[in-house]
């Protein structure tokens, strides 16, 4: 499968774990994209890389959050101390861009549930 | 405001019906524009981009009005499996993209 690839699928923890998630993009794709999804709503937008910079983050990542993408290529997303509020689904993309738009392609999603 | 807002529905039509979601976008500079598809518990998953022209596939049409900073998704003769919820989505220039909440349609027989 040559597809965006993220690892765990769901996620169970208690209130106030760390928890880490994983994501491969597709192999050559530059940019990397988090999201966070909720029921009833769209994907909200965490961060983004391009290569292995970290070029843009959301005011809606408190400092709990944190994102790599060390040498470009995978990237984790790691949560401190969770909180309930943090269970959603959270999703990956990967593109391939040189200067305009390319198309995003999502991974499956890690489902976290925190308890 | 919302930077892209749209009518959560849901949308209830019968098979064969035509039907339309309009989507707006506050941010005047926004470059890119397209339409995405979810199923329920999947992954969204890219439907259309929108032209300035206008631009058709199929039984899709997606029109764009930059003066207005609307854009919409005509679908003709609904099927059942078009059920899903359609993701607006603005690409700020050229880097983050931004989703509208999704309207859901269910197409029913």
């Known amino acids: 499968d040559t597809g965006v690839s993220q690892d765990p699928r769901h996620k169970i923890t208690k209130r106030g774990q760390n928890v880490t998630f994983r994501c491969d993009p597709i192999?050559?794709?530059?940019?990397l994209y988090w999201y966070r999804q909720t029921l009833g709503q769209g994907p909200e937008f965490l961060t983004y890389?391009?290569?292995?910079?970290?070029?843009?983050k959301s005011r809606l990542l408190s400092d709990r959050f944190s994102a790599e993408r060390p040498k470009g290529s995978f990237s984790t997303l790691e949560i401190q101390r969770t909180e309930q509020g943090d269970s959603a689904m959270y999703l990956c993309?990967?593109?391939?861009?040189?200067?305009?738009?390319?198309?995003?392609?999502f991974g499956q999603g890690t489902r976290l549930t925190v308890v | 405001r919302k930077e892209v807002e749209q009518d959560p529905g849901p949308f209830n039509v019968p098979e064969g019906a035509t039907v339309a979601f309009n989507c707006t976008y506050s941010?005047?500079?926004?470059?890119?524009f397209f339409w995405y598809r979810q199923d329920c518990r999947k992954e969204p998953k890219l439907l259309m981009s929108?032209?300035?022209s206008g631009n058709e596939d199929g039984r899709f049409t997606a029109q764009l009005n930059r003066a207005s900073q609307y854009i919409s998704l005509l679908i003709r003769d609904s099927k059942l499996s078009d059920s899903a919820t359609y993701l607006c989505?603005?690409?700020?220039?050229?880097?983050?993209?931004?989703f509208g909440t999704g309207t859901r349609l269910l197409v029913s027989p």
């Open positions: 993309a990967s593109s391939l861009a040189s200067g305009g738009f390319a198309e995003a392609f």
């Open positions: 192999s050559e794709h530059n940019r």
């Open positions: 890389f391009q290569n292995e910079a970290q070029l843009e």
């Open positions: 941010n005047s500079a926004s470059q890119s």
């Open positions: 929108v032209y300035s």
């Open positions: 989505v603005v690409n700020q220039g050229g880097k983050k993209l931004v």
